[in-house]
DNA sequence: CGGTAATTTCAGGAATTACTGAAATTAGGA
DNA sequence: TCCTAATTTCAGTAATTCCTGAAATTACCG
């Protein structure tokens, strides 16, 4: 690899970082390098940058085109594939996120639902069953506010990542603001 | 693996699913035993359970503890180590984003950080800086609410995830509010 | 302490996953 | 259409990861 040193490191991370995840060093490596480039680049040019054989790079883009995360150009006289990222991280972030829930969060939240509506047939499922419920209930929390996030718009999603925890004084202080109740303070409790 | 369906199919599940994350399925079924178990377990259990050896549920074992994921206890009268996960779900979501953040987000940072201070000594590197940066901006970012939240105690994070979108609505409200008190029709509704 | 149950370590084999080169396929241009 | 460059497939091998049983260690009890 005959990469400057600043992209080498970078490259080199996201190996590691791939494969511990379930994503092999190969592609992350790949992904890493696109990521990094200007112009699109060929498979050609990935197998001398990164010194893997050229079918390895064929099937580590396949890999990376079904997670959605590159796109294929045709540069003008030039009949070779070329490979970029999106020039806006975000539509990454939003790419990976999507992949992720179609792939792992809805294949659990069908085991789980289905789970859930079983006939225990000892204490022992009962409890087992019990914990599947809180799960679901968990994920499905999250996942509602992750299809309402996911709709927003990257600026307003920004600001509202940027407000953090001070977003929920605020909502605090709605009730107040809106009805001018005693100055009481209100508590909600709602266990399940 | 003579366990009831109910409890059998999750444990599967969840092998699979450790397996596509860096975890291996091992240690995922054991975990997914661990958290379905009323009480807590011992290691010979999980052998008999999941049919695996001795030692490797003793490797899987230790892997979860690395991870802060469950918790050793001792019965009267058995010296045996018996293990358990927290009664608490949302502990062991905080558990698994507090490890992630650990262990893959701030070796990235750190990497980024120094290559965002390189001194770039081409075009190419220019160019592949600019990226590196936006990649830190972002995960800065994420990882500012990331902290916000994770102070928060669950019953308000609960409330605020139940919000989602609508959160912004009321911040983009928030300066209206304070200056015009009450000239238009507000309405909320945060019941789940 | 000595004895034993429980746990951990670890070397080697089993299983899985990754990678390659050769062959097959696809697609553009004449 | 044929020719050739580009890409993909795939069977075999290399590399890695996983798992086991045996041995070592640890921890409890008298």
Same mark, same amino acid.
């Given at each position: ?13 996201f190996g590691e970082m791939g494969s511990r995840w379930g ?8 992904? *890493? ?16 940058? $990164? ?10 883009? %396949? ?20 490979? *970029? ?14 992949? =992720?829930?179609? =792939? ?9 639902? *289905? ?10 499922e009962k409890f087992a069953q019990g914990r599947m419920r ?25 600001? $509202? ?8 004084? $605020?909502?605090?202080?709605?009730? %107040?603001?809106?009805?001018? %109740? ?11």
């Open positions: 690899m005959a990469l400057p040193p600043l992209i080498a490191d970078f490259v080199l991370h994503i092999n060093r190969t592609v992350g490596q790949i992904y *890493a390098l696109i990521y990094l480039s200007e112009k699109p680049i060929n498979a050609d040019e990935i197998c001398e940058a $990164l010194g893997f054989s050229r079918s390895n790079v064929s099937m580590g883009l %396949k890999e990376l085109d079904s997670w959605g995360l590159v796109r294929m150009r045709h540069l003008p006289g030039d009949r070779r594939d070329h490979f *970029a990222a999106p020039d806006d991280i975000w539509e990454i972030v939003r790419t990976l996120a999507e992949q =992720r829930r179609r =792939r792992e969060i809805e294949p659990t939240l069908t085991m789980l639902r *289905a789970a859930v509506l079983e006939n225990p047939a000892s204490t022992e809180e799960m679901h209930t968990l994920i499905e929390l999250l996942m509602s506010w992750y299809e309402d996030i996911q709709k927003m718009e990257t600026e307003r999603l920004v600001n $509202l990542l940027k407000m953090g925890a001070r977003v929920y004084k $605020l909502y605090e202080m709605k009730d %107040k603001l809106f009805v001018v %109740k005693g100055g009481k303070k209100q508590k909600e409790n709602d266990n399940g």
